[in-house]
């Protein structure tokens, strides 16, 4: 399960206008909210005040997807890593629980990388 999730967030993501944001409301229950979202290559990671949802487009056609879901309350631990001088990219980690390893994600350098700190921390503390 981890070498799918990773495959899922390989690549670097850039951020979603809220117009991209309106195709995933299929996704959304009754009071969720989507908070964020970006776009890595043909997956996407969305933000909402409940949970983290990936998407996994599959296939040369991209027809087929696979959705997962990792509610904040099985997030154990997170980082983030900002972009450096010679490092383009800043990172998240997302230690879930049962999960052996990480969920990581690479963001481009135009990410505000602590806003996605800001938004983790407060899902996860209440």
């Known amino acids: 399960m981890p070498n799918m999730l990773e495959g899922a967030l390989a690549g670097t993501a850039s951020a979603m206008k809220d117009k991209d944001l309106e195709e995933y409301q299929r996704l959304i229950f009754r ?16 933000f909402t005040n409940y949970r983290v949802i990936i998407e996994d487009v599959q296939g040369i056609t991209g027809r087929k997807r696979e959705y997962r879901s990792i509610p904040y309350n099985k997030i154990s631990a997170f980082s983030v890593e900002t972009a450096g001088l010679l490092d383009m990219d800043a990172e998240l980690k997302i230690w879930v629980s049962g999960l052996p390893s990480p969920v990581e994600h690479k963001f481009n350098r135009k990410t505000n990388i602590y806003e996605i700190e800001a938004l983790l921390a407060a899902a996860t503390s209440s």
Do not use: S
């Open 31 to 46: 009071g969720e909210q989507i908070r964020a979202g970006f776009k890595v290559v043909r997956d996407a990671i969305l």
